[in-house]
């Protein structure tokens, strides 16, 4: 599609090309149809990605990344010190790539000094909503794209406006998400099923935690989810962080199921990386679980998703381009709201209410309409 815009870069005349995204799990994957759009709309140019070194998984094996910089945020622990080495490091490797063009994906200032440094004939970013903020970028961007002011858009499509308003236009194959586990991954994942007795494509995925807790629904009606599913004659597989929290919150869910439950239930919580999750949701017949960095894995790899919101909006953050259903209250005119919880309580109750028979009725009928593509799948 040719560009009508007037200040349109010349796609042609890019050699490399940096995007940014510095910011959490979720948010880096849904930066993937970035990449594959530039590497159709520019097929001679190195694209390469700038992320947290905890989020660098969730790009790792892109098929159209060059090069993955990470800056590591555990370096501040280490020292002063530590934390100029690895700015230096950053640095001259970024400056060794020469990019005609920055891409940058978030509000972090750390886009205002890459562009200093870097020096790119041209960078993209988001308009900055006060005046004194948007001279400043202003020095350094040459283009801005923007946001709807009063209407939700989804976040993936949020990223591809920065593409479109430098004249790249997505097509809708290029808006799917890409997330490749990686080798090591894949075999992990085949032993596990094989330790666990598992079958591919015939267990159910189950992922209660959030790395924010007032994302989540209560233990107790998670529970008895659970007790639904496996009544139903379904193996199901939890899935879970490390983090402290979040394991409580599923130890507090399987001492709630019922003990005929127990026995349908395999809990893996904590033992996979993020690849080799990634690598385990993609052999499931279907996941279950909260709005969450794990929900967009599911939807990256194609598993069907039933999804519970509560503050956060399912038009921006919903699963992608992938088979789901969304189960959030409609009893509630305050949401999405973005808070976390209720006045900033921590308990969000258009989440915590929503009752167990909706999101059972949402799986059942998932389940339902996915069954031919499943089992030509398994």
């Not at 591809?160 to 586990?181: N, Q, S």
């Not at 679980?289 to 599911?298: L, N, Q």
């Not at 969304?326 to 709201?337: G, I, K, L, M």
């Amino acid at each position: 599609m040719p560009s009508l815009l007037p200040d349109a870069v010349p796609i042609a005349e890019l050699r490399r090309v940096l995007v940014t995204k510095l910011r959490h799990h979720g948010d880096v994957l849904l930066t993937s149809p970035v990449f594959t759009t530039l590497a159709r709309a520019a097929p001679g140019t190195e694209v390469d990605a700038l992320v947290y070194a905890e989020t660098a998984p969730m790009l790792a094996y892109h098929p159209h990344i060059s090069q993955l910089h990470t800056i590591d945020r555990e370096a501040k622990r280490a020292g002063t010190g530590a934390l100029l080495s690895q700015e230096r490091a950053l640095i001259k490797a970024l400056r060794a790539r020469r990019y005609d063009l920055i891409v940058h994906l978030t509000e972090h200032p750390r886009g205002l000094w890459l562009a200093v440094v870097l020096n790119p004939r041209y960078a993209v970013t988001r308009e900055r909503p006060h005046k004194r903020l948007r001279r400043l970028w202003r020095r350094y961007y040459t283009h801005f794209f923007k946001e709807p002011a009063a209407t939700q858009r989804h976040v993936v499509d949020i990223n591809l406006d920065a593409l479109r308003r430098i004249g790249i236009y997505p097509t809708l194959d290029e808006k799917r998400l890409v997330l490749v586990p990686g080798r090591e991954a894949e075999a992990r994942a085949d032993a596990l099923i094989a330790e666990h007795a598992l079958t591919r494509g015939q267990f159910v995925q189950a992922h209660p935690g959030s790395r924010w807790l007032f994302k989540c629904w209560p233990a107790s009606r998670m529970a008895a989810l659970f007790d639904r599913i496996a009544a139903a004659g379904h193996t199901i597989v939890i899935t879970g962080a490390p983090d402290p929290e979040e394991r409580a919150l599923v130890s507090t869910t399987l001492a709630a199921t019922r003990p005929q439950t127990r026995a349908s239930i395999r809990d893996v919580a904590g033992k996979l990386s993020l690849s080799e999750l990634a690598a385990l949701t993609a052999r499931a017949r279907i996941f279950v679980g909260v709005d969450s960095a794990p929900m967009h894995i599911a939807a990256a790899v194609g598993t069907p998703t039933v999804a519970l919101f509560g503050p956060s909006g399912e038009a921006s953050w919903g699963p992608w381009m992938v088979p789901h259903r969304v189960v959030a209250s409609d009893e509630y005119s305050c949401r999405p709201c973005g808070l976390d919880g209720c006045g900033g309580g921590k308990v969000s109750e258009c989440l915590t209410t929503l009752p167990v028979d909706r999101v059972w009725s949402a799986f059942a009928s998932l389940m339902a309409e996915t069954e031919p593509l499943n089992l030509q799948n398994a």
